[in-house]
């Protein structure tokens, strides 16, 4: 089994070989990846020095662009939701989802998502590779593929890794490879050995020759270490090839890969990313910026010229101040070095700054500049919109890859470690709502236990009393610590969702939309409670970024005054019975003490 070999070609045809995408068009991932390095470090492939011995300037325009796109495509895990599907209870659903949220920040996926937009605009891809339930971020440099893939299910991969040998014992033994002494001997019999002992980890299909001598094709994750050295033949008349030593073989379907792009071109699997897209513009600006340099170097000297013979003469060391210069009647001359083309290279450098904010949709208005005076303020919220629409287009794109991370990985992963017993810790709004449903619950409750102790069904008023009262006893504490059960989670069924709306919304807008409501609120109080004005104040608040339930105040009523508006409350001389077998109207106490009523309720 030449692993080796087949690895070792896989890799030189990846590092060698462009590829066309199309005819005169051509394209190599390597190179690509390298120069982005570069580019984003500000610094030249070709050396910081240049033919005449100048130090080379690196005016880079590639940085802000990646990182106002990083601001305009985050999400956080707050706008993961979990919605309830078909035949499941919406009650457990919340609970999972507080759950879940809690064994994110616990796991640190805040993180992972973060880092996810901050590289995707660097290199146009990012890539996890989920290890024991654990995702870890791949480096592009050591990540081999077919360039011309759509995706990497459509390709062989490999993985090179570098370890010690202290480190590839300890690697080795927490994820069961075999043959790690041999490696480790073999590397130290090395004449020329590096510092690390190269390991290439692949998955894909592969050839290989069955006992009986049949060449089989099948999926295999191969883990194999390439040390040794080539050895002659026992005649010495020919290399054999080290194979290196297999770490690991085993038959596996897909890999444990997960990819994610800033935007595809056909024909390619790197994604294109800000800085490949600023290759020209940057140069350009390199370039102009090192020809103003020295165009300025030019113009800061102090130049004389003469027709005598003193020609030679250094005005600055050879002469004291004072001194007077007679050199047969030839005076001395300053030599006009005035930089001429500064009008040209501002202009060319506005060019290509407005050709980056072109590329990559990084205007003023976006990065949250001061406009230029006199635009109009419909103009910029235009701008901004357009811009936002823009950027939300490649949200929602990683926002799928993101889910299927979700679903195939990260939930399954919390659901296995939270199926035994274990404590849910609820504070703030998740705590309001849960005693909220607590409150609904005990209320029904209490209603129930009402009609079967007075065999009448409570008023309205009353109602609100029982509601009020078990309000006073549900809602006590900052927190509450609830023990779930094991396999609580075992038969749910979810959708997710990723609420990504009004990341980029206008703050102003929402301020401006915030103190409108308060002062239509104070105007006309019946705007939350009329149905025909609140469905067209919720409408208008919605366009404004709000939502009603973020305005609408809680519907608490103190218990002292309902028990005293029941109690003073005059009782009827009779009471009309309703059609239908209607229950009676109760009469009410005029003491608010008499009758242990608050004790019965």
């Not at 030599?335 to 450098?349: G, H, M, P, V, W």
């Not at 009329?530 to 608040?541: C, G, Y």
């Amino acid at each position: 089994m030449e692993y080796l070999k087949q690895i070792n070609q896989e890799i030189y045809d990846y590092e060698n070989k462009s590829i066309p995408i199309v005819p005169g068009l051509t394209f190599n991932q390597k190179e690509t990846i390298e120069q982005i390095y570069f580019y984003y470090l500000s610094k030249f492939k070709t050396g910081e020095i240049d033919l005449e011995g100048d130090k080379k300037y690196f005016f880079n325009i590639n940085r802000n662009p990646c990182k106002v796109m990083t601001k305009m495509i985050d999400f956080d895990t707050k706008h993961i939701r979990i919605l309830t599907a078909s035949g499941t209870s919406p009650l457990i659903t919340w609970f999972f989802e507080r759950d879940l949220k809690y064994w994110m920040k616990d796991k640190n996926f805040g993180k992972v998502l973060n880092r996810i937009f901050q590289d995707l605009p660097i290199f146009g891809s990012v890539v996890l590779k989920m290890v024991k339930n654990t995702p870890y971020f791949v480096d592009l440099r050591n990540f081999v593929i077919n360039p011309t893939a759509d995706t990497l299910n459509e390709t062989p991969i490999i993985e090179r890794h570098f370890y010690t040998p202290d480190s590839l014992r300890k690697i080795g033994k927490d994820l069961r490879w075999e043959n790690i002494e041999q490696a480790i001997d073999e590397y130290r019999k090395q004449e020329k050995k590096g510092k690390y002992i190269m390991v290439y980890e692949r998955y894909g299909e592969i050839a290989s020759l069955t006992p009986k001598g049949e060449t089989e094709i099948s999926n295999r994750r191969i883990v194999l270490a390439d040390v040794g050295v080539d050895k002659r033949d026992e005649y010495q008349q020919s290399m054999i090839a080290k194979a290196g030593v297999v770490l690991k073989d085993e038959e596996y379907e897909g890999h444990p890969y997960y990819e994610f792009h800033l935007e595809k071109i056909p024909g390619r699997w790197l994604g294109l990313g800000v800085v490949e897209s600023l290759f020209d513009p940057q140069i350009r600006q390199n370039e102009l910026a090192n020809q103003m340099s020295k165009g300025t170097y030019w113009a800061s000297l102090r130049l004389f010229q003469t027709a005598g013979e003193a020609s030679n003469l250094n005005l600055s060391t050879d002469v004291t101040n004072g001194q007077v210069l007679g050199n047969d009647g030839f005076p001395y001359t300053p030599i006009d070095l005035t930089e001429r083309n500064l009008a040209y290279f501002n202009q060319e450098f506005t060019k290509w700054l407005q050709n980056r904010d072109e590329l990559t949709f990084a205007y003023d208005v976006v990065q949250g500049e001061r406009l230029p005076a006199g635009t109009p303020l419909g103009s910029a919220n235009l701008a901004a919109a357009m811009a936002s629409n823009y950027f939300e287009q490649i949200q929602e794109n990683v926002a799928l890859d993101v889910k299927e991370l979700l679903y195939n990985e990260i939930i399954p992963n919390f659901k296995k470690e939270n199926s035994t017993e274990h404590v849910l810790r609820l504070v703030g709004e998740d705590l309001n709502t849960y005693n909220e449903m607590l409150l609904g619950i005990a209320t029904s409750n209490e209603i129930v236990a009402y009609t079967a102790r007075k065999q009448m069904v409570p008023t309205q008023e009353a109602q609100d009393l029982i509601k009020a009262t078990t309000a006073e006893m549900v809602k006590q504490g900052k927190e509450r610590i609830l023990n779930i059960p094991s396999d609580f989670y075992k038969n749910l069924k979810y959708k997710i969702d990723i609420e990504i709306t009004g990341e980029a919304r206008d703050i102003r807008v929402w301020a401006a939309t915030l103190f409108a409501a308060l002062q239509a609120m104070t105007a006309d109080p019946t705007l939350l409670t009329d149905p025909a004005k609140r469905k067209l104040f919720s409408k208008w608040l919605e366009a404004g970024g709000l939502n009603i339930g973020d305005i609408e105040p809680p519907k608490q009523q103190d218990v002292e005054a309902l028990i005293m508006q029941q109690a003073t409350k005059p009782m009827p001389t009779s009471a009309p019975r309703g059609a239908g077998g209607g229950v009676s109207k109760p009469a009410m106490t005029q003491n608010p003490m008499a009758g242990n009523q608050t004790a019965q309720l």
